[in-house]
């Protein structure tokens, strides 16, 4: 049985019959989306779609591991096809062929397909893809699970729930979001299982696209950037804090090495906005982690540092509405988050883990966002479950408010 990632069907629903636009379903790997493609085939089917219309290749499979190229693939396409009318044509781990893009456009051009992909990276959505089907496809990001999700999928699986939240939080952050870790018991088997899957995007999503010469040099840089994730980085920092620590290696090289890390979907870069000059602050940037398990699969050290952790939680899961988020700058303060949604209302977060246990906390949170010109709603989220009034900005309990699916 697999737990359904309602939040993610209902954006792609409106889109299922669609057989002029290809649905694209990117994610890091293993975050769900061979099964989320799967429901979406389910619920086809239960809406009265036969079997014989709808098409499914995963070419990560033995069976299809010599489809490698675009002649290849377009055959076994064909050799599945069994009746006229609309098919739904679904490819798992499409950019395993080197050129399918004019596979996918051909079929997309001759009609009667409703086409759905699925990559790991970003790969998938350049070049040729691009190139040819811009206004053609809708790409659907798919994240690990966020904390209410989280709570769901423990639920549907019958794992043991804590009725203390502040318990199920450091529950997640120190297990992480892949869903296929929460049927696993033990912590360390949990994190041998992220383990894993750091090496194979290493090896399937970065070493077959990015040539790196000093496999040394890339771990360094990579465990750095994911032990540092929320702090304010810029290449120029992180270059000289490596050749500190005795790793010589030029800013070109850093440069390619995080550029291939957040292609890879491992890092999410956020961009840095002067909300004053209306600007991006060129070279300054936050990157969090795709998934918070990548941190504590790396450090034996299990101590959690609740502010990057915090805004991490955020981040994702207000990337998983589909918002745009930057890190705002007003003068000399910082706001955490400054979100976009697709209405484009903005919102501003400040993110803490407490704000009681001083006014000189209180003050550092606040004044931040009372220092924004503007009307639009105002956030400051923590673990608190006394809530504070303060200036019309919203006191939120971050677990709560996740939990119950709330939009900023």
């Not at 098409?55 to 591991?65: M, P, S």
């Not at 290449?235 to 550029?259: D, M, N």
């Not at 060129?282 to 990057?308: C, H, M, V, W």
Request: proline share 2%; hydrophobic share 35%; net charge neutral.
């Amino acid at each position: 049985m697999l737990f359904k990632r309602e939040k993610y069907l209902k954006k792609i629903r409106p889109f299922y019959h669609a057989d002029d636009i290809i649905k694209v379903i990117t994610g890091v790997r293993r975050c769900g989306k061979s099964s989320l493609m799967e429901m979406i085939a389910d619920e086809i089917k239960q809406n009265g779609v036969t079997e014989d219309n709808i098409i499914y290749l995963d070419l990560d499979k033995r069976e299809n591991r010599k489809i490698k190229t675009p002649d290849q693939l377009e055959a076994l396409i064909e050799s599945k096809m069994k009746n006229q009318g609309l098919n739904y044509l679904f490819i798992d781990e499409v950019q395993n062929v080197t050129g399918f893009e004019e596979v996918i456009n051909g079929f997309r051009s001759d009609g009667g397909f409703s086409i759905f992909i699925t990559g790991s990276n970003s790969y998938l959505l350049s070049g040729e893809l691009v190139t040819k089907l811009t206004g053609r496809y809708l790409e659907f990001e798919l994240f690990t699970l966020s904390f209410e999700e989280y709570e769901q999928i423990k639920q549907f699986y019958g794992k043991p729930i804590d009725p203390n939240l502040n318990v199920e939080l450091n529950r997640y952050i120190l297990e992480g979001g892949f869903p296929r870790t929460v049927q696993i018991d033990d912590l360390a088997a949990k994190r041998t299982y992220v383990t894993g899957v750091i090496n194979e995007i290493f090896e399937k999503d970065i070493r077959r696209r990015v040539k790196i010469k000093d496999k040394a040099a890339f771990d360094v840089v990579r465990n750095f950037v994911i032990n540092n994730f929320g702090t304010t980085t810029s290449i120029k920092g992180l270059t000289e804090s490596l050749e500190k620590s005795g790793i010589r290696i030029t800013r070109a090289t850093v440069t390619k090495y995080i550029t291939a890390l957040v292609e890879a979907k491992i890092l999410y870069e956020c961009n840095r906005f002067d909300m004053k000059s209306k600007k991006a602050l060129a070279g300054e940037k936050k990157y969090y982690l795709a998934d918070l398990s990548f941190y504590f699969a790396q450090n034996t050290d299990n101590r959690i540092n609740f502010g990057p952790v915090l805004e991490n939680i955020v981040y994702i899961y207000s990337r998983s509405l589909d918002y745009l988020v930057s890190v705002g700058r007003i003068g000399k303060l910082e706001c955490d988050f400054i979100l976009r949604n697709t209405e484009n209302d903005y919102s501003y977060v400040q993110v803490a883990y407490t704000i009681m246990q001083s006014e000189e906390t209180e003050n550092r949170e606040y004044k931040p966002l009372e220092s924004i010109n503007d009307n639009y709603v105002k956030y400051v989220a923590t673990t608190d479950y006394t809530l504070q009034k303060r200036n019309g900005i919203k006191h939120i309990n971050l677990m709560e408010f996740i939990k119950s699916e709330l939009k900023f």
